[in-house]
C-alpha cells in the first residue's frame, strides 16, 4: 500500500527527550523528511535523512532510520513547550519529487 | 529570501460555488506542489508542476479541480463547483528541480 504511519498522539513535561516514530512503505524512497506543522500554518521543513545514512544529528534533533524494517524516528532532546506541533514523516519515493505524508503525530508539552 | 506565498487565507464559500487560490513561489524554484490537507491527516499531492508543464495530476480531480501555472512562475489553482467535502487546507510547495520541498502557510478552505 501506499500508506506511511504514525503514532496520533505523544505527550512529554518539559525538559524531557521526544520520539516520533514512522513506519514507511517504499524501501526505494531515495530521502525521507521530518516536517513541523503549528496551529493556522504550513508546513515547515526540520531536517531530512538520505536513505544511505542510519542517523542524523541537528542541534536538537536526532533522526535514526532501520532500512531493514522501514522505520524512521525523530528524537527531540530538552523538549521545550514551543516544541508543541503536529509533525510529519514524509517519504519521497521517485526523482520527481513527489512526498508521502503520514498522518500526523501531535507533540504535547505540558509545563 | 521570501518564502512561497499563497493568498486569500481564508476562504468561506457555500457548496456548488467557485474559488481560486493563488502560489507564488520562492524565486528560482522550478517545481511547484500543490497538496490538499483535510483536516486530521497529512498533506495529499494534487497536482505538480515543472515549469509551466504538468508532471503529475493523477491524484486532481478534473471534473471540478483545474490549475495552471501559465508563465512558469505563480500558479492558480481552481475549483467549480465547490462540493462540502472539498473542505480543506490547500497547501502550495516549491522545490529547486525534485530537491525539499518548502511549504507556504496554506489557504483554508470552509465550504457550507
Known amino acids: 500500500g501506499e500508506d506511511v504511519e504514525q503514532s496520533l498522539f505523544l505527550s512529554v513535561r518539559e525538559g524531557d527527550s521526544s520520539v516520533i516514530n514512522c513506519t514507511y512503505t517504499d524501501s526505494s524512497s531515495t530521502y525521507l523528511y521530518w516536517y513541523k506543522q503549528e496551529p493556522g500554518a504550513g508546513l515547515q521543513l526540520l531536517t531530512y535523512i538520505f536513505s544511505n545514512m542510519d542517523m542524523k544529528q541537528d542541534q536538537r534533533l536526532t533522526v535514526l532510520l532501520n532500512k531493514k524494517d522501514k522505520h524512521l524516528s525523530l528524537r527531540i532532546a530538552d523538549t521545550q513547550t514551543g516544541d508543541s506541533a503536529i509533525y510529519f514523516c514524509a517519504e519521497k519515493r521517485d526523482n520527481t519529487g513527489k512526498l508521502i505524508f503520514g498522518q500526523g503525530t501531535t507533540l504535547q508539552v505540558k509545563p | 529570501e521570501a518564502g512561497v506565498a499563497q493568498s486569500p487565507r481564508y476562504k468561506i464559500i457555500e457548496k456548488r460555488q467557485s474559488v481560486a487560490f493563488w502560489c507564488n513561489p520562492i524565486s528560482g524554484h522550478a517545481t511547484l506542489y500543490w497538496y490538499q490537507q483535510i483536516l486530521g491527516q497529512g498533506p495529499k499531492l494534487l497536482i505538480q508542476f515543472q515549469n509551466n508543464g504538468v508532471v503529475d495530476d493523477s491524484q486532481l480531480p478534473k471534473d471540478r479541480f483545474s490549475a495552471e501555472r501559465l508563465k512558469g512562475v505563480d500558479s492558480t489553482l481552481k475549483i467549480q463547483p465547490a462540493k462540502l467535502e472539498d473542505s480543506a487546507v490547500y497547501l502550495c510547495?516549491?522545490?529547486?528541480?525534485?530537491?525539499?520541498?518548502?511549504f507556504g502557510p496554506g489557504t483554508r478552505l470552509t465550504v457550507l
Open positions: 510547495a516549491s522545490a529547486v528541480g525534485g530537491d525539499t520541498q518548502y
